[in-house]
């Protein structure tokens, strides 16, 4: 479907995805910020286990926000933004 100006109307499909990416972030984020409680909680050190996950998490939230931008960007090129 195309506006007055010639740009696509976001559609359902393109708002799901864009809904699903925001969840695919929010997830690594929140076990994040419990693992932060987590660490600070045990000062001065933090078991090794949860070190650990702390760096996987983090790869998770990595390879999570580069899929997201890419999914942005299709998202964007879908409606004609880019």
Do not use: H, W
């Amino acid at each position: 479907m195309s506006n007055s100006s010639g740009r696509q109307r976001l559609s359902i499909p393109i708002l799901e995805q864009l809904q699903d990416a925001r969840e695919r972030l929010r997830n690594p984020y929140n076990r994040l910020c419990k693992l932060f409680l987590n660490i600070s909680e045990s000062q001065p050190t933090a078991s090794p286990a949860v070190l650990n996950l702390l760096y996987q998490t983090i790869e998770q939230a990595q390879a999570n926000a580069d899929a997201v931008a890419a999914t942005i960007q299709e998202s964007k090129r879908d409606i004609d933004l880019l």
